[in-house]
């Protein structure tokens, strides 16, 4: 079910000549836990963004379960449903229930019937504690409920690879634990994972591996019982005296 | 409370003021007004002629009168509910001669105007909102060749005038295609609404976050459904006030195809006028007429706003 990710020599300028992704290479392997973390304009949420082809490259290239994101053609779409995505603005549909959010791209996508797609999609709800909000629409819930939402919506397309883009970022403080827990549960359950997070806490229970990105490169990169403690006086050290307080 | 009732009068007093201006204004050129002449334009109660279309007898029995053919024995024709007989039982009556009137409401030109600029508004539409979408697709297209298609086609009609257009879609593009008058003017009006729909609906798929976009890409949907299932349906549900003013402007619009003689309700307005040389009353009724279906259509489209924004999920 899960599967790895390279990344490999990827390089990202803007049109505007900033550098966002300077030769960055790293290997995610299948079941992997990786939470990328850095100071915002660092490139992380780029580098993420490169791995489903949301953000172009300029030179290298992503090999999704092996086979290559960047130099794909038709087949795009078909490899873009290995890599589910969650957004910090949760992105969910506003004019769809709950419920046909998450069956909308099995059903238009991968031509699935109802009767598969639904039961599927409320064993999903029930598992993100929402089997009973199927019906409501997406401004209905509260942030935290969306982006529990947003997950279900992505697990749907039974991808190999979940994506996090900041996935807490937007909530109030007391809606992000739902929200980690589903994301511990995932990775409990063997999913392949890159998380892009401010959670520092997450990071340090769940990741497997660290990334600490600076200015478009991968600066260092650790499991977490090294990772939190840097040398004293590197950017690292600096970064994480930032957040941590 | 008091001095709002007070602005309501002030209100009322101007629109008097107005109206006297309007009265003494035609006072100063000998103008005499003749409201009574108009009514029978719109609708009149009047006596029809009924004329048999056969050659034969008549026999009349309880003031119905039946024509039996002469050539052919087996044709009869039969009218009833006559107010008026003009014939006698006996009577060799030919093909075309009045055999009695029949009183009855008739429908006047400037009613049967007003159907016909709805007609044309309707059908101008029905291709207009297609044209539209198409080109307001092009629009927000990646694809060269669709995007600089459209803006072309946007620029081109957004820059020249209507009046123009619809001489050009008379006289050339009729010709060539051999259109008919009201084919070559619903066709004006279609594309130059188009153009207008166009900008609407990229305006609406352009107001939806680019996150929809992204959300449904990375679920695996292809740029069209994305556009089909996620874009567009929201970008449609804020387009339709736009959508709706644009009906009305298209309404407005549409009283320049008198000019190529389709007999709408400004060109009924204009023969009704060389009839009656009553020009005042019927250029005001004209213009009640196309307001009634102006205000009539932004009522229902304010009722159908107000119903979305309640459902607005």
């Known amino acids: 079910m899960s599967a790895g990710v390279e990344i490999r020599n990827v390089s990202k300028q803007f049109g505007n000549g900033v550098q966002a992704l300077d030769d960055v290479s790293l290997s995610v392997a299948a079941g992997e836990v990786l939470c990328i973390v850095g100071p915002s304009g660092s490139g992380k949420s780029t ?56 069956t909308l791209a099995p059903l238009k996508v991968r031509g699935e019937s109802m009767t598969t797609v639904k039961p599927r999609a409320q064993s999903l709800l029930d598992r993100v504690g929402l089997g009973d909000r199927g019906n409501s629409f997406p401004s209905q819930l509260s942030g935290g409920q969306q982006q529990r939402v947003a997950i279900a919506r992505a697990l ?33 359950e063997g999913m ?49 005296g930032q957040v941590l307080r | 409370m008091n001095s709002r009732w007070f602005w309501h009068g002030v209100y009322a007093l101007v629109l008097l003021a107005l109206a006297l201006a309007i009265y003494a204004a035609s006072r100063t050129v000998d103008y005499t007004w003749r409201w009574d002449r108009v009514p029978d334009y719109i609708v009149a109660y009047e006596d029809v002629d009924l004329r048999s279309t056969l050659t034969g007898i008549v026999e009349i029995s309880d003031g119905q009168v039946d024509i039996i053919g002469t050539q052919d024995a087996a044709a009869t024709e039969t009218f009833g509910d006559l107010d008026e007989v003009l014939v006698e039982d006996g009577d060799y009556v030919f093909d075309g001669d009045v055999i009695g009137t029949r009183s009855g409401w008739r429908i006047g030109p400037l009613t049967w105007g007003l159907v016909v600029t709805l007609q044309l508004s309707i059908l101008a539409l029905l291709f207009a909102v297609p044209i539209g979408l198409l080109a307001g697709l092009g629009r927000v297209s990646t694809n060269p060749a669709a995007r600089n298609l459209a803006a072309t086609y946007v620029e081109l009609i957004r820059g020249t005038p209507l009046l123009v257009q ?39 798929i352009e107001s939806i976050p680019k996150g929809q976009m992204e959300a449904a890409r990375s679920l695996g949907m292809s740029y069209g459904q994305a556009m089909r299932h996620v874009i567009l349906p929201q970008a449609m549900r804020r387009t339709l006030p736009p959508m709706a003013g644009q009906l009305i402007n298209l309404i407005k619009d549409s009283s320049l195809v008198s000019v190529i003689a389709i007999t709408d309700l400004t060109k009924a307005g204009r023969e009704v006028v060389n009839s009656t040389f009553s020009p005042f009353e019927v250029w005001f009724t004209v213009a009640a007429m196309y307001l009634v279906l102006t205000a009539g259509l932004s009522l229902l489209i304010r009722r159908f706003e107000l119903r979305l924004a309640r459902s607005d999920g």
């Open chain 1, 47 to 102: 580098l993420l963004r490169t791995v489903n082809r949301l953000e172009t490259v300029t030179a290298g290239d992503v090999l999704l379960d092996g086979e290559s994101i960047h130099t794909a053609g038709r087949q795009l779409n078909a490899l873009r449903q290995k890599a589910g995505m969650v957004f910090q603005q949760f992105n969910l549909f506003p004019h769809l229930t709950v419920l046909d959010n998450i």
């Open chain 2, 166 to 204: 619809i001489f050009i879609f008379y006289f050339f593009v009729g010709t060539v295609l051999s259109l008919s008058r009201m084919t070559a003017g619903v066709a004006a009006l279609a594309v130059f609404t188009g153009a207008y729909i166009a900008e609407i609906v990229r305006a609406g």
């Open chain 1, 156 to 188: 749907a397309m039974q991808p190999d690879v979940m994506l996090f883009d900041e996935p807490t970022s937007a909530l109030d403080p007391e809606m992000v634990g739902g929200v980690l827990d589903v994301m511990k549960d995932l990775a409990s």
């Open chain 1, 192 to 240: 392949t994972m890159l998380v892009v997070t401010h959670e520092m806490g997450f990071a340090r229970a769940v990741a497997d591996r660290v990334v600490f990105m600076e200015s478009g490169r991968i600066e260092h990169i650790a499991e977490p019982e090294n990772f939190f403690e840097p040398a004293s006086g590197s950017r690292l050290d600096l970064f994480l």
